[in-house]
């Protein structure tokens, strides 16, 4: 099955610095690649998603990056912001129906005022 | 738009009990949703795929007899977690996706519940 691996597993940043975090995943077939953001205490939202025939997409700050050849993809955040403080996850589709997702263990990422 | 709520929020039990949560998608109809555990690390593990009108479909090694997952009906899935131990204890979370958007793979999760069994 799919395994996705991300790292570093902890990021500190200071406030306008980027902030870039990669993961790799094993099943070739992964066709879907999004990144989730979990807020202390809160639910896991979607920030920003990639399918397989793209290599690079840009929301505002934000931006994911492919590279199927290597099997991994790479979340990148700009001018980061002390509200950027979060963990982030990112997920590859599961072939094999129900369109699900396989996570990493997540990146707690520290943005210092 | 696009809301999952999940309850209990929190529940405590003992040992042996059983616990039943439930997962709603409060604006849009939810033909699979999906159940997980979230560790103390901050895992997402994926437990099992809930279908509307059919079997849950499990992950390996996840138990389906400990696990048991209800999908009745379009806004409504349950989990309940049987005869429970103390090393089940741990964040459930639950996600959905929009039945009308049949082709996409974005998944809403709901605010999750934290068991503690004692």
């Known amino acids: 099955g799919e395994n996705v691996e991300q790292h570093p597993s902890t990021l500190s940043v200071q406030e306008g610095d980027s902030a870039v975090i990669k993961c790799t995943y094993s099943d070739s077939a992964s066709n879907y690649f999004p990144w989730y953001k979990q807020e202390l205490g809160k639910r896991p939202q979607l920030i920003i998603d990639i399918r397989s025939n793209v290599g690079e997409k840009k929301d505002q700050r934000i931006a994911v990056t492919l590279n199927k050849t290597a099997k991994h993809f790479s979340l990148h955040i700009t001018e980061t912001q002390p509200e950027d403080s979060a963990v982030y996850f990112c997920?590859?589709?599961?072939?094999?129906?129900?369109?699900?997702?396989?996570f990493g263990k997540g990146n707690q990422v520290v943005v210092i005022p | 738009g696009a809301v999952v709520s999940q309850h209990p929020s929190r529940v405590i039990c003992k040992s042996g009990t059983s616990v039943k949560i439930e997962c709603r998608s409060l604006d849009f109809q939810a033909t699979t949703m999906f159940w997980y555990r979230q560790f103390p690390k901050k895992s997402l593990m994926l437990m099992a795929t809930?279908?509307?009108?059919?079997?849950?479909?499990?992950e390996q090694g996840v138990e389906k007899d400990k696990f048991l997952i209800n999908h009745a009906s379009l806004t409504l899935s349950t989990l309940t977690v049987t005869s429970a131990h103390p090393e089940d204890s741990s964040f459930y979370i639950c996600s959905a996706r929009d039945a009308g958007r049949d082709f996409s793979y974005e998944q809403y999760f709901g605010p999750g519940t934290r068991l503690t069994v004692t």
């Open positions: 809930s279908n509307e009108g059919s079997k849950a479909t499990y």
């Open positions: 997920a590859a589709s599961i072939i094999g129906g129900n369109n699900r997702l396989a």
